[in-house]
């Protein structure tokens, strides 16, 4: 008797715990979308792609300064520019 009470109980806990997670979950979604963090996200992981395409056009010098990267294409059309 003891034993299958003791299973009862376990299965009871397991559903339980089960349905807290889903109403975890529903909720966490649900204030994501209040919130517009999933805007957010993707916005910010636009910014962050773009960021890195500007990056990758300059030079950053360790004194901090920045010059414009002059690619194979721009030393030919520039041949009086000594920009590196």
Request: aromatic share 8%.
């Amino acid at each position: 008797m003891e034993k299958a009470l003791g299973g009862l109980i376990m299965e009871n806990l397991i559903i339980v715990l089960l349905v807290l997670i889903g109403i975890f979950l529903l909720c966490r979604e649900l204030m994501c979308w209040y919130w517009k963090i999933n805007e957010m996200v993707t916005t910010l992981k636009q910014i962050d792609l773009k960021l890195a395409i500007i990056v990758s056009e300059y030079k950053i010098y360790e004194d901090g300064s920045v010059k414009h990267r002059v690619t194979a294409g721009e030393k030919s059309e520039n041949s009086g520019d000594t920009n590196d």
